[in-house]
T-cell receptor, first 114, second 114 residues
Framework: DTAVSQTPKYLVTQMGNDKSIKCEQN?????MYWYKQDSKKFLKIMFS???????INETVPNRFSPKSPDKAHLNLHINSLELGDSAVYFC?????????????FGQGTRLTVV | GEDVEQSLFLSVREGDSSVINCTYT??????LYWYKQEPGAGLQLLTY?????DMKQDQRLTVLLNKKDKHLSLRIADTQTGDSAIYFC??????????????FGRGTQLTVWP
């Protein structure tokens, strides 16, 4: 069983479209994250939810809207996609927000905006 | 500037030891991590070290931490071709509202030659 699963794995779309990426974890964790990895492999956190509540919201355009319907799911909706949004988006989860918590990552969603 | 820095590339011959280095700037860093990313895959936690330790060994992996110099290294003994991947250094701290947030370096691409 996959611990943290994201769908789709690949997404190619045109500029201006709206798309969603879904993430589910079956680890019973209470905290979930979205990270963005750019073309130079730089990883940076975007959002974090704890028990469905937004706790970290980095400087991300408001075209990006996370939604957590329950503790096991954190979806990322992106409006009006731009070329610069092309990246690999990783979902992750952990139990708690403590510094010694291990974050488990999904396989990533490679988004290409054309 | 970035909080965590790594050299981008390392090439070694199979059977040799690999040493991947990382420096960080935040003196309040409490946990430091090494993640591995294989091509097309998500991030896998390899090991982590608490800031009050200076060494941790786990089978072929040895982590050294020099807290004074804010320098972290990962040594892989008897490197195998299957170790070829990108290795990310990451840190977390108890800085204010950043609890639970991982700060990543840009990753070191390790290439192992047969």
């Amino acid at each position: 069983d996959t611990a943290v699963s994201q769908t789709p794995k690949y997404l190619v779309t045109q500029m201006g479209n709206d798309k969603s990426i879904k993430c589910e974890q079956n680890l019973g964790h209470d905290t979930m994250y979205w990270y963005k990895q750019d073309s130079k492999k730089f990883l940076k956190i975007m959002f974090s939810y704890n028990n469905k509540e937004l706790i970290i919201n980095e400087t991300v355009p408001n075209r990006f809207s996370p939604k957590s319907p329950d503790k096991a799911h954190l979806n990322l909706h992106i409006n009006s996609l731009e070329l610069g949004d092309s990246a690999v988006y990783f979902c992750a989860s952990s139990q708690g927000q403590g510094m010694n918590t291990e974050a488990f990552f999904g396989q990533g969603t490679r988004l290409t905006v054309v | 500037g970035e909080d965590v820095e790594q050299s981008l590339f390392l090439s070694v011959r199979e059977g040799d030891s690999s040493v991947i280095n990382c420096t960080y700037t935040d003196s309040s860093s409490t946990y430091l991590y090494w993640y591995k990313q294989e091509p097309g895959a998500g991030l896998q936690l390899l090991t982590y070290i608490f800031s009050n330790m200076d060494m941790k060994q786990d089978q072929r992996l040895t982590v050294l931490l020099n807290k004074k110099d804010k320098h972290l290294s990962l040594r892989i003994a008897d490197t195998q071709t299957g170790d070829s991947a990108i290795y990310f250094c990451a840190e977390t701290s108890n800085r204010g509202s950043t609890l639970g947030r991982l700060y990543f370096g840009r990753g070191t691409q390790l290439t192992v030659w047969p």
